[in-house]
């Protein structure tokens, strides 16, 4: 469904503005079941997991949606490093978060950092989200989720709600090219040059995100911690 929500209203009310349009479209119980994994994620505590602020980030090396090799250590050489993990192509929650981070990269680079999405889903499935949401930055694929694995956000899609998700096309076997229903938790990372978690966002209901003005805003005391101590 496409959305006609101003790219200028925050990221959450664009969110919830979308979830009150499906609610209109949807079946209820086709709906209940999608947002399902969200109650087992809370009552689990999964979010609680993942890496913290303050935390040391592997090194990893993925292929972005061309193909080309991405390696974290080397984008870091050249500034701090936003991290966002997203579900796939499939999911509009996404869609919503990836086009408002498109908006705030300027600000970004500005600061000196760069901006990576990482999700399962195959270099294909990423090429056709990059050219639709008109997005500049990588788009890489984490085959396996061995790099979410390591951030502490993997969790597993229910059998019984898989058929639900198929019917809004939401296959996630076709999109990751594996067996498997394994999916990220939708969290975003900001990274400083020595590889530390700087400011780390983990919700287990994949239909909250953060918005771009906090990474910004965190981005910001970052430069001024840096021109502080070189002065």
């Known amino acids: 469904m496409a959305t006609n929500i101003p790219t200028n209203t925050p990221l959450q009310q664009q969110i919830d503005e979308f979830i009150a349009e499906g609610a209109s479209w949807l079946p209820a119980g086709l ?3 999608l947002l399902s994994p969200i109650g087992q994620l809370i009552n689990s505590g999964a979010a609680e997991q993942a890496l913290k602020e303050g935390a040391q980030v592997p ?3 993925l292929p972005d949606a061309r193909g080309t ?10 500034g701090p490093v936003v991290m966002a993990f997203y579900r796939g192509q499939w999911c509009p929650y996404c869609h919503l978060a990836l086009r408002a981070y498109q908006q705030a990269l300027p600000h970004m680079q500005a600061r000196g950092a760069s901006l990576v999405a990482i ?4 270099p294909d499935h990423s090429r056709a989200l990059a050219e639709k949401l008109e997005l500049t930055f990588a788009l890489l694929s984490d085959s ?3 790099v979410a694995r390591q951030f502490g956000l993997v969790f597993t899609i229910d059998e019984a709600v898989r058929g639900a998700h198929k019917q809004v096309c939401a296959d996630l076997p076709r999109f ?3 067996e498997s229903w394994e999916l990220p938790m939708a969290g975003t990372f900001l990274v400083d040059q020595l590889g530390i978690v700087r400011l780390a966002f983990v919700h287990p209901d994949f239909t909250r995100r953060l ?3 906090i990474i910004i805003a965190r981005l910001n005391r ?10």
């Open 31 to 33: 709906l209940q079941e």
């Open 59 to 61: 090194d990893f090396i």
């Open 69 to 78: 090799a991405v390696t974290l250590s080397h984008l870091l050489a050249h």
């Open 119 to 122: 999700s399962p889903q195959m």
């Open 144 to 146: 396996g989720n061995q």
């Open 176 to 178: 990751n090219g594996t």
């Open 211 to 213: 918005d771009p003005s």
């Open 222 to 231: 970052l430069y001024d911690e840096r021109e502080e101590s070189t002065a």
